[in-house]
Structures are given as C-alpha cells and as structure tokens.
C-alpha cells in the first residue's frame, strides 16, 4: 500500500517565498524565478499546446477541412517544411559534377567499403577517371589507412550502390539524412516546447541554415554524424515523456482526482522496459561508429537522461531523488545505452572483422598474426587485438594532427561564422560552362562560381544571443527546456576546445546546428510572449489586458521581421551555397568578412 502521507519538510509552515531554498533565494537578485507550483501530473506529463484554427479558417476553408486540418497540423505542417527542404538539398544535386572537398576520400572510401568491407588505396588519378567513366573504374585491392570508423562511409555507400558511382550517387544519402532531420527537428521541437509552432520553426530555421544545407549536398561524415545525434537525442526526449507518464499513472490520485506526490512510489517505483533508451544507444553507437567525437556527445547525453530522472522522481515526492534515482535507474539507463553502442560500434567493423588476415584484408587485419605475435593478451581473438591495435594507432593521429590548412579554425569563431571551409571554388570565363555553372556572355568580368560551408549569418549571430538566453534561463529560471539545448551545443562543441592546437574545420559545428535552431525557436517564442499576457486572475484588470495585447502585437512584429530576415539571407548567400556562377562584383559583395574569402 502506497503512503500518501504528506511531505514532513520544515520548511512548508513558512511563507511561499521562504520556502525556496537559500540558494534559491540568493538568486532572486539575478533574476531566478521559482516554476509554478501546478498539479503533480501536469508537471510531470505537460499538455501539448492545442494548434489554432484561426490560419486555416482565414483562408475561407470549409469547418469539417478547418477542422481536420487543425487536427492534424503536428504532423501536416512538419511534413510541409520537410518537404520544402527537401527539394532545395535535392535540386541540381549532382552539381558541381567534380570530387569536391573531402568528397575525395569518403566518397572512393564508401565505394570501397560497400564492395570489399575495407577501405581502398586509390591511385592520385581516381577522381579523374571516375568522373570521365561515370564510377565504371576498377576498385583497388589493397587495403588503405583510414582514420574514421566505417558506418558514415557505409551510409554514403548505399546512395552509390543505388544511384551509381557518381556525384549524385555519392551525395544523395547526405541529402536524405539532411532532409529527414528537418523532420526529425520540427517534432523534437514539438515535444520539447510542447508548440507545434515552436516545434516547426526550428525546422525551418535548420532547413534554411547553410552549413546545414552545404553539408546535406556533400558527401562528408559529419552530417551523417549529425544525424544520429540528433536521433538519439529526440530518442530520449521521447524516452522521457514515457517514464515520467509511467511515473504519473502510479502516484496516488484523491476523492477530488488530483494527482498527489509519493515519496513511497517516488523513490522505489521501477521504471522497467524502456526500449527507446536501447534506441538511442543504438543511435549513439551509429553515432561514434561514424565519427570518434560521437563518444563525447554519449557522455553528455547519459548524464542529462540521469539528471531528468531525478527531476522525474523529485516532483512525484521523493525525499532523497538522487538516491532513488541510482538505485533504480542507472544501472538500467547505463545497460540500455554504453552496452548498446559499444555492440554497435563493434558490429559495425563486421566486413574489416570478416576480411582476410593474411595481408590481403583490411588495412591492421593480420597485424595480431605478424607484428602483435606474443605480449599478454594473446588469449583475445586475433581480430579484436587487431581492431584495438587500429584504433590505438587512429588516436594517435587524431590528436596529433596539426597540418597547417587554409581553412582551418578556432572552435571560439564558430559561431559567428568567423572561418567558412570552401569546398569548391572556379572562375568560368564569360560565355563559358553549362547549368548552373554557365557565366553570361555579357559578363564584363569573369565569374566566381563556389560551393561555401558559412552557416547563414543572421541565424548564426541570433544563435550567438540566444545561447546566452537559454544559458540564464537554464541556470536561473530552471528551465529542463534550455538545459537540453545547452546540452546539446555543449556535446557537439566543448570537447573541440581541449584540442585547439589540432587542425580542426568550422563544418564540425554541423553536429549542433539543430540545438542552435532548437536555441533561436525558443528565443523567439520569449519574444513573442505568452498568450493572452497580462491575463492573471479571476477577474483580470482591464489596462492589464492591453498591456498584454500589445506586447503580444510588439513581440510578433520583432519575432516576424527577425525571421524573415533569415530567410532572406539564405536566399541572398543561394549562390555560394549551390556553386552557381556570378559575375565577380555579386560574389564580392557577399563576403561580408575578410576572414571568408
């Protein structure tokens, strides 16, 4: 029998103020707000805000239509977003028909991979031939050494084994991820703020970001890295939801049907089968299988899964959540999770593992039956002691890689677009090229045509202002909302600044993109405001109520004129994100820093 027995806390014969705790109380100073005291339930199992009719109905439609179409919104309107995004990664996407960037690598090491299970050693003359016979060229069978695990290169393998060994081919499975992960953020969103509104614009923002764009149509691993991570973290939002319902649906409910706190079921209830924590350890082994800073971001996001099941269990009553919370649920959590993507990761070496070990397989294969003979851990399996041997050699190179490159950065300037990556630049003569590489004859300079890795400004310098919103309405209004999203940007990007003597790119900020969109979305619905503002009570005053509506009017207009201002930047920067020719002067006066050129 459950005890329903009220908390013995000393502090509850206090006034509502006193009872925060001191530290709490210190922080009023700085603009710390207590969250509301409402039902158990309802803080546990938040509602969906409901879609609004008023749109559908402004455009004449019938009220059975208006009706269904307001029903459905939270997954019409992200599927119409999804859509658009869609078309403009797949548009054209063969273009420029040339090995761009590091394309020159990950798209001969996919072909390879997906073929022989290893990466190959190809000749410096690849490219050449492979885009003169259309990928009809000879795979080598010599083994190559690689320094990123395999499951990126197997993803980018599929749209070559589809489409063919060609720039489209090489690039579609970037641009369906990228598409798809517009999707994926519009609901993540949705679930997150509990708006579909909110939810979709995040979408949006991600699908007119140009870094994200640039990199869902070139075949690098790191959209495929930010992917994954983004799946497992809308795998363990969804995860959340579903405990803390569980959590819910156990307390004890009153004669009047309110949910009551429990310390007993609070700090002893088990959670159980929780099969969308294994999923996104399955994502998170994806995730470091394609690039070795997906480990980091593993760290992150199990400890912030831990600290919501405190969260959970500290609402429902518990008395000690921390307690409570190792007790039941971390050996479980860790289970579901570093087991999973540990088994993942390995699995995903199984056509290296399966490669011949007498010197004819993947690169390392037999090195446990020729150099690694003897030592004290002869009783592994030769392929395992091979594998670990590869990945000790990989991270010695990773961190001592410190090649001086053109386009390398400090992690500090990303996020004011400081140092852009040009992953294709040439400069077609007047009346020369075809497609959108076509220079017009009547072009009094030559043209600049270039593919450009440069986030879209505005949304990137809004970002730089709402981190450091989410980041006080983390620390000192509680918000779990803004501590998911730091955790989010941290994950991606902190771990790059213990490495900052290493040669590191801008593009790995892709990995955060969502988070900085998921960051801008939750600003601008600060600045819109709630609802009906200023409406507090049974009888609210009536100055009050045009307070709020004004505010209300004030913040849509700024939210609106903020938005549309990065639409229209990423419309400006079209050109230099697809690789169309301009005339020089155009191309000029889109780069607005020096740093870019």
């Not at 440069?454 to 310098?461: A, N």
Request: hydrophobic residues 50%; glycine residues 10%.
């Amino acid at each position: 029998m459950t005890s329903t027995a009220p908390s013995p806390d000393t502090r509850q014969g206090q006034p509502p103020e006193e009872q925060q705790p001191s530290w709490q109380r210190r922080l009023r100073r700085f603009g710390y707000v207590a969250a509301p005291r409402t039902g158990v339930r309802e803080r546990l199992v938040p509602a969906f805000a409901a879609p609004s009719p008023r749109l559908w109905a402004a455009l004449g439609l019938p009220r059975e239509a208006v009706a269904w179409l307001t029903r459905h919104s939270p997954w019409l309107a992200p599927l119409l977003i999804t859509l658009v995004a869609g078309a403009i990664r797949f548009w054209n996407l063969g273009s420029p028909h040339a090995v761009i960037f590091d394309e020159t690598y990950y798209a001969k090491d996919a072909w390879a991979i997906v073929h022989h299970g290893y990466e190959a050693n190809w000749t410096d003359s690849a490219n050449k031939l492979i885009l003169q016979n259309d990928g009809h060229v000879t795979i080598p069978s010599d083994a190559s050494y690689v320094v990123h695990p395999p499951v990126g290169k197997y993803v980018i393998g599929l749209g070559e084994l589809i489409f063919g060994f060609n720039p489209f081919g090489w690039r579609f499975m970037t641009a369906l991820l990228g598409t798809a992960s517009v999707f994926m953020l519009c609901r993540i969103g949705r679930r997150l703020f509990r708006s579909t509104f909110l939810g979709c614009l995040a979408g949006l923002l991600l699908a007119v970001d140009g870094l994200h764009f640039v990199m869902s149509r070139t075949a690098l691993l790191d959209q495929v890295l930010m992917f994954f991570v983004l799946a497992a973290f809308g795998c363990f939002l969804v995860d959340r939801d579903k405990a803390r319902a569980k959590l819910a649906a156990a307390l004890p409910v009153d004669e009047d049907g309110v949910t009551r706190p429990d310390a007993d079921v609070a700090e002893t209830l088990r959670l159980g089968w929780r099969p969308w924590r294994w999923a996104a350890g399955l994502m998170l082994g994806l995730a470091f299988g394609t690039k070795w800073n997906g480990l980091y971001v593993m760290v992150f996001f199990c400890l912030m899964t831990v600290l919501w099941d405190v969260g959970a269990r500290r609402v429902a009553g518990a008395y000690r959540p921390y307690r409570a919370v190792l007790r039941r649920d971390v050996l479980p959590a860790f289970v579901s999770t570093v087991p999973v993507a540990v088994a993942t990761y390995l699995v995903s070496w199984l056509g290296w593992i399966l490669s011949p070990s007498d010197g004819t397989g993947g690169y390392y294969r037999n090195w446990a039956a020729t150099d690694g003979k003897g030592g004290s851990f002869t009783w592994l399996p030769d392929w395992l002691r091979s594998l670990w041997h590869y990945e000790h050699q990989v991270y010695e190179f990773h961190v001592g890689l410190s090649s001086p490159h053109t386009y390398q950065s400090n992690p500090w300037s990303w996020i004011v677009d400081g140092r852009p990556v040009s992953y294709f630049y040439e400069s077609p003569a007047p009346g020369t090229g075809t497609g959108i590489g076509h220079c017009p004859a009547g072009t009094t300079e030559k043209c600049a045509r270039e593919v450009l890795a440069l986030g879209t400004p505005l949304l990137w310098w809004a970002a730089a202002f709402a981190l450091l919103y989410v980041l006080w309405r983390w620390a000192f209004r509680r918000d779990w909302r803004a501590g998911a999203i730091v955790c989010g940007v941290a994950a991606g990007w902190l771990p790059w600044f213990m490495y900052q003597e290493r040669t590191i790119f801008y593009f790995y900020a892709v990995v955060f993109v969502p988070f900085l969109c998921l960051a801008v979305a939750m600003m601008i619905g600060a600045i819109l405001g709630p609802p009906q503002q200023g409406r507090g009570g049974a009888a609210p005053v009536e100055p009050m109520l045009v307070i709020g509506e004004r505010r209300r009017v004030v913040g849509a207009a700024g939210a609106g004129v903020l938005v549309l201002l990065i639409l229209w930047n990423f419309i400006y920067f079209w050109p230099i994100y697809t690789g169309r020719a301009i005339p020089v002067d155009e191309w000029r006066s889109r780069m607005w820093l020096d740093t870019w050129v």
